[in-house]
């Protein structure tokens, strides 16, 4: 059997796993490589599943044009007339690109030339938008530069770290697990989680401070008080490396001038703010994480300077174990920062404002245009399209009908202008709506380069050619930039190419810019084959990478020195009222990625979570008239609702909602969190206020709940247009929750024909069905008045059988035992919290028993958390 081997990057979050492949003819094996700096063996869940991935069931694998089939050569040709046409008529402006931070470096790098360089407008953005550009305004206010300072090795070497608005053992478990590491070895680690959800990164701190949603910028600027009250700063470096102090401290007396005012206004005890603020005051080395819970907020630039703030007060940057770091989202936002890839910035870490470097860039490129002022970023730019002032629009490896806030609003702007999808899947919200969809090479396929949250930069290799006609981005760009007219410019003939050019351009920062790969300008095509991962700047004198910045204490800045910046804390913009009485948080679960295109269409990660919910505090539930697994529906300021599961956790405060950020069109019937969530967006960067929307919540009754497991994908909109999910149970096997009102729907019309194995209980109005073909179980149906229903699990694994014993056929419609905690917890063993329980009532007590019983958190330990929450019994 011929087998083969490559090293490669995860293609999920910005920790930037190092990932080895190994496949035979029959199979291929995933597992995390030892030398690579960020994981060093380690993988979560989702990296581990990824040869799952694989293959995508609904691959997007020809160009469509009108939903029609057509060659690469029309389908080009198509994109490159409307651009050209509506140029013509209506100027540079009048087209954009949407990009993503899931792109590669090389992929990213042509489209932000094509755009600012060759078609002259700056209408170049980005998902980002929605993730890093906080931390990028941050970044530039505080160092001059979009710098992130520190590394990984930092959280190993701190002795305390803040996870600020961070749910990391979900959305960056490696580091998690890093970090959980370290405390092991070294128990005096001191762990901070700020967030107002009890997440299981929360509950694993030593100390979670669940503050009011939004308050964060008062509990920093409180801390930067009491570091001046205390004493604590480091006046030295403050007076030798920064400027602004005595403006910050200024503004933050006004708004948190104690430590009372602060737990007063944060909802936070005094002992817990006492706590937090002596611990930073009295150690040393503090890393301080930050996410998405400071970022995605129309004060979420702030609220990182005022974490930042704290940094520079201390000197706590350039230091082993000390140092601010963003957590970066997506595994290639940092190399899409690195091109300039977003509206308000040019190349390389360069200014669109600054005409010495778009001269410079524009020599460079050879280029007939330059953009002279910045250009729409998301979600102006989707306000553009539904004005109509974008007449094309090229939307690349992002879903912004699902992922932009008023995405109702965004879906309905779509269907009125000339839309380019570059996607791998074609049934995405977005791609259904595209006039032309281009398929794209994926993970595993594609060739190029990422820079993950500490500015590493790794190779993505591929395992195999793209299936069908799908193509890497970088190519499809390419050929229309040829089409377009610009054929000199673009005609790479592969990545090496295009990355040399990318490190030759930020030759031009040296002296002036941190940004700097003048080392890699030359990289030989072997070279750059066999590059392993190193971290920017790489440059003549730092030949592999730096790891850490501003250990000289200078910092990009006119006079070097960085910059603390006032901040005044401002609310949310819409905050809960009568009518909407509770907040609106969104976000991730553990095994999902995003929109669900890829990790949608795995088994192993689609237990953990298999619905769409809402996390309703037990309180609200019941003055709500709420019930655990019932439904609800979920109304927000702009007119949209949403009908999502409830469940019931203590692990939420009261007056808040968390609805998860996955769940869109292609797999349920409502459940787009961001219908609900109105367009406010940071004035400084852009970014939107995802995580704070008005809400009400109410039940949603239904006549019948029921669910379908069978082998076939069903009409499920038809058949239950109010509440319908699918996801996949096991390979070949789709699970269906359904609800509805009215007569029950005609399932053998649906199912199929068959031997029908049938039990009816007229009285209790359930129903039990199982369609069986040659003892062979095809689907099975339970139905009933009420949301509880029987477990699904024995059910799949009868399915996954040849055929059934007689025990098991008669059980199948006997099924009455309540499903009870079904949902995976590990995912890599498949063990269910119900498993758990049953294993501590037999006296597992610790997190080795579990191993040893169930395997549950022996492989890539993404659920301990999980697991030491049920051994605490929580
Ligand atoms: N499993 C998984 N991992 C992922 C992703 C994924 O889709 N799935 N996506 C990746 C991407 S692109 C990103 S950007 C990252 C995001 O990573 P994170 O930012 O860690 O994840 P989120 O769930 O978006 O939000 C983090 C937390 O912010 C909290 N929060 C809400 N409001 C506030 C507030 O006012 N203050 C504070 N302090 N906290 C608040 C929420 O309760 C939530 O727990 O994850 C990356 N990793
Ligand atoms: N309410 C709310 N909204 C949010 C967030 C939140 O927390 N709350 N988080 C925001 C954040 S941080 C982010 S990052 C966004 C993410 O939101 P999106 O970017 O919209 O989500 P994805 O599902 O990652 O979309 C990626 C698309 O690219 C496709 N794709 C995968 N690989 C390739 C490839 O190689 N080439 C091409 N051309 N296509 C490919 C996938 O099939 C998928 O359709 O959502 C944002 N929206
Ligand atoms: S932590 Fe998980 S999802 Fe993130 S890069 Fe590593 S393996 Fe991939
Ligand atoms: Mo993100």
Redesign the pocket.
């Known amino acids: 059997m011929d087998s083969s081997s490559v090293f490669t990057t995860c293609?999920y979050c910005g920790v930037g796993c190092g990932v080895q492949l190994e496949w035979t003819t029959a199979s291929v094996t995933v597992s995390g490589l030892d030398d690579h700096p960020a994981n060093l063996g380690r993988l979560c869940s989702k990296g581990t599943a990824l040869a799952e991935t694989l293959e995508l069931p609904d691959r997007l694998l020809y160009p469509h044009v009108g939903g029609r089939r057509v060659s690469w050569g029309q389908a080009v040709a198509t994109v490159a007339e409307r651009f050209r046409a509506a140029i013509t008529r209506h100027g540079p402006d009048s087209v954009a690109f949407y990009v993503?931070?899931?792109?590669?470096t090389e992929?990213y790098y042509v489209a932000n030339k094509l755009m600012k360089g060759f078609i002259g407008s700056a209408n170049i953005d980005t998902?980002?938008r929605?993730?890093?550009s906080s931390a990028v305004a941050a970044h530039k206010r505080a160092f001059g530069e979009d710098l992130v300072p520190g590394c990984y090795e930092d959280i190993e070497q701190a002795e305390m770290v803040v996870l600020a608005g961070s749910n990391t053992a979900w959305c960056h478990p490696v580091l998690f697990r890093r970090l959980q590491a370290a405390r092991e070895r070294n128990p005096d680690l001191y762990v901070v989680a700020i967030d107002p959800r009890r997440t299981y990164t929360a509950s694993s701190a030593d100390l979670h401070l669940a503050l009011a949603p939004g308050s964060d910028a008062v509990l920093w600027n409180g801390l930067l008080v009491y570091l001046a009250e205390q004493d604590a700063m480091d006046r030295d470096f403050v007076a030798r490396h920064t400027a602004g102090l005595e403006a910050a401290l200024a503004a933050a007396r006004k708004s948190a001038p104690d430590i009372d005012a602060v737990a007063w206004r944060c909802e936070l005890s005094a002992g817990d703010v006492r706590r937090f603020y002596q611990r930073f005051a009295a150690t040393g080395r503090v890393v301080s994480c930050y996410s998405?819970g400071l970022g995605?907020s129309s004060s979420g630039t702030d609220k990182i300077n005022a974490l930042i703030n704290c940094h520079l007060a201390t000197g706590r940057i350039g230091r082993p174990g000390a140092t601010p770091l963003s957590l970066t989202?997506?595994p290639n936002?940092m190399g899409g920062r690195e091109v300039g890839g977003l509206a308000n910035q040019l190349a390389a870490h360069r200014e669109i404002e600054d005409p010495e470097a778009r001269r410079q860039v524009q020599d460079f490129w050879n280029a007939p245009a330059m953009p002279q002022r910045p250009g729409l970023k998301a979600v102006e730019l989707f306000d553009a399209v539904a004005g109509g002032r974008i007449k094309a629009l090229w939307i690349?490896?992002?879903?912004?009908a699902?992922?932009?806030?008023e995405a109702g609003k965004v879906r309905r702007a779509l269907r009125d202008c000339f839309v380019v999808v570059?996607?791998?899947?074609a049934n995405?919200d977005?791609?259904r709506l595209a006039d032309v969809l281009?398929p794209?090479?994926?993970?595993g396929e594609?060739d190029g380069t990422v820079t993950n949250s500490v500015r590493l930069i790794s190779r993505q290799r591929p395992l195999r050619p793209p299936p069908g006609e799908a193509r890497p981005?970088w190519w499809i760009v390419c050929q229309v930039a040829r089409a377009m007219g610009f054929g000199s410019a673009f005609a790479y003939n592969g990545p090496a190419a295009i990355f040399r050019e990318h490190a030759a351009l930020s030759a031009l920062n040296r002296g002036r810019r941190l940004f700097d790969l003048s080392a890699l300008a030359d990289l030989s095509d072997e070279r750059y084959e066999r590059l392993k991962p190193l971290a920017w700047p790489v440059t003549a004198e730092n030949p592999r990478g730096t790891l850490r910045l501003f250990v000289d204490r200078r910092f990009p800045t006119p006079d070097g020195r960085a910059r603390f910046v006032a901040v005044t804390p401002r609310p949310p913009v819409h905050p809960a009222a009568r009518s909407l009485p509770f907040v609106l948080n969104?976000?991730?679960v553990r095994d999902h990625?995003?929109?669900?295109?890829?990790t949608g269409a795995v088994p192993s990660l689609s237990g953990h979570d298999p619905e769409p919910f809402v996390e309703v505090n037990p309180h609200d539930a019941a003055a709500f008239g709420l019930e655990d697994g019932g439904l609800a529906e979920v109304a927000g300021p702009t007119g949209g609702a949403i009908v999502v599961r409830v469940r019931c956790s203590y692990r939420q405060r009261r007056g808040s909602l968390f609805v998860p950020?996955h769940w869109n069109g292609a797999f349920a019937a409502r459940a787009w969190?961001?219908d609900l969530?109105p367009p406010v967006i940071d004035p400084v960067s852009g970014q939107?206020e995802?995580?704070h929307a008005p809400a009400a919540i109410r039940p949603f009754a239904c006549d019948w709940y029921a669910f379908v497991l069978c082998r076939k994908a069903l009409p499920a909109a038809e058949i239950a247009p109010s509440y319908w999910c699918r996801l996949r149970a096991a390979p070949g096997i789709w699970r269906y929750e359904l609800a509805g009102s009215g007569p029950v729907p005609d399932w053998e019309r649906w199912l199929g024909e068959g031997e029908w194995v049938e039990y009816r209980d007229t009285r209790q109005r359930c129903y039990r069905g199982a369609l069986l073909r040659d003892n062979h179980l095809e689907a099975c149906l339970c139905l009933g008045p009420d949301p509880r229903l029987p477990a699904r699990r024995p059910l799949i694994e009868w399915m996954q059988q040849d055929h059934l014993d007689a025990g098991q056929r008669a059980g199948i419609v006997a099924l009455v035992e309540e499903a009870g905690a079904e949902n995976t917890v590990c995912a890599c063993f498949q063990v269910t919290e119900a498993m758990v329980r049953r294993a501590l009532d037999q006296g597992a007590e610790d997190l080795e028993a579990l191993g040893r019983l169930l395997g549950a958190g022996g492989k890539c330990g993404a659920c301990r958390p999980e697991l030491e929450a049920l051994l605490r019994g929580q």
Do not use: I
Request: aromatic content about 4%; glycine content about 6%; overall charge positive.
């Open positions: 293609p993503s931070g899931q792109l590669l992929d998902n980002s929605l993730c890093m998405q995605q989202g997506q936002a690349m490896a992002t879903n912004p699902v992922s932009l806030p570059s996607d791998c899947v995405s977005t791609a281009l794209a090479a994926t993970w594609k981005d969104s976000g991730r990625w995003h929109t669900l295109t890829r950020m969190v961001n969530v939107p995802s995580k």
